[in-house]
């Protein structure tokens, strides 16, 4: 059992540590730490959807080590960022941000569940109104009674 | 009315199989640069091995040049390769090369000498220096940088008879007028 927990821990905690590799980490650990934050939120660009950060990827790699090399160099953290959107835009942010060019992405969840909710209030009011079942059925008239009685008396006569 | 309503399923299947169909075409890694019409930055990269001349954004100045980011590891540079050979024959442009992310500092000299070397000057980008500069995601891609050393056009993949007679030239050409 502990055998099997500890390979699980292990397979599972190899995933996102082993991109950075030793000589890339800086000596001092705020500094790292820092480093480590910008990295998480830049893409890698080759790679489409992982951060340079759990990149193995030659280019990742090369971009770690700018962004190590500028904030070793006193950049703040927005200042690196900014430098990389600069030179790759929007994209190599791992969380878009927003503004005119992305509304339609951030806002189209709240458009669609908007219309599905427009949709099933339109369904529920009109079974609401419609005469069979929901509180405001109809009272059937007198009429409507004696012809209903009428039909059961005669099943009921007929026997089965 | 009603009957619409049952078409409405194919309808929303339909819109989104369109969308499928044009995203699938689409090539993820042409992206649009946010470069273009921006300054290069400044850059002075080291000579490959065996070369006396490095080249750097300087070099750039009062001229429109073709800047090649390309590498021996690179298959496709391999296919672009002839016809930036017949672009440096005809001496149409100036044509700049970065040697990108070499591992061995041999490598690229060697693939140079065994195919021919097209490029006026060449710069050594092992560590992605110019690339990033540049913001490359592969290779081969090549810029347009005009004579204020602005980049004006970015070409993503192999650069060939066509592309260079229906898009690349002409632009040279009309940039040179101004």
């Known amino acids: 059992m502990k055998t099997l927990l500890t390979i699980i821990l292990l397979t599972v905690s190899s995933f996102s540590a082993l991109a950075v590799e030793p000589s890339e980490i800086l000596s001092d650990p705020a500094l790292e730490a820092r480093a480590r934050e910008v990295s998480k939120g830049l893409r890698c660009v080759v790679c489409q959807n992982q951060s340079i950060d759990e990149s193995n990827a030659d280019l990742a790699r090369d971009m770690r080590v700018l962004v190590r090399e500028r904030i070793s160099a006193g950049d703040s953290n927005a200042q690196v960022v900014e430098y990389m959107v600069s030179r790759y835009g929007d994209y190599v942010l791992l969380d878009p941000p927003f503004k005119a060019s992305t509304y339609v992405l951030w806002l189209s969840p709240f458009l669609f569940i908007g219309l599905a909710l427009a949709a099933a209030m339109g369904i529920y009011r009109r079974r609401e109104a419609s005469p069979v079942g929901g509180e405001k059925a109809q009272e059937l008239s007198v009429e409507e009674q004696r012809r209903i009685q009428a039909l059961l008396d005669e099943d009921g006569g007929g026997g089965s | ?178």
């Open chain 2, 1 to 178: 009315m009603k009957r619409l309503m049952y078409l409405a399923p194919l309808a929303v299947f339909l819109v989104i199989a369109g969308y499928f169909a044009v995203g699938l075409k689409l090539n993820p890694r042409d992206l649009p640069s946010v470069l273009i019409d921006q300054k290069v930055e400044s850059f002075a990269l080291k000579p490959i091995k065996g070369y006396d001349r490095g080249f750097s954004s300087e070099d750039l100045k009062g001229q429109v040049s073709l800047v090649n980011f390309w590498g021996s590891w690179c298959v496709a540079c391999l296919a672009e390769h002839p016809m930036l050979m017949k672009i440096a024959e005809q001496k149409l442009v100036p044509l700049y090369g970065i040697d990108w992310r070499e591992k061995d500092p041999d490598a690229g000299p060697q693939w140079l000498k065994r195919r021919g070397d097209p490029y006026t000057l060449i710069g050594d980008d092992p560590e992605s220096k110019a690339a990033i500069a540049f913001g490359v995601y592969g290779a081969p891609e090549s810029f347009i940088v005009d004579q204020r050393g602005t980049i004006r056009y970015k070409h993503t993949g192999v650069i060939d008879e066509g592309n260079w007679a229906s898009t690349l030239w002409p632009l040279i050409q009309e940039l040179r007028k101004q």
